[in-house]
């Protein structure tokens, strides 16, 4: 996930070479870690 630093949109994938924002064209993006989901074992 990508955030945009100008507008605030979040950005799933990028295109290939592409490093601006679809909604304003921004080019600076902040990358966001996914939430990490662990699997616990039930005893």
Known sequence: MYLCLN??????????GAIRCPGCGYKVFSKIREPITKTVNAR
């Open 7 to 16: 507008c605030g949109k979040e950005v799933a994938t990028l295109p290939n």
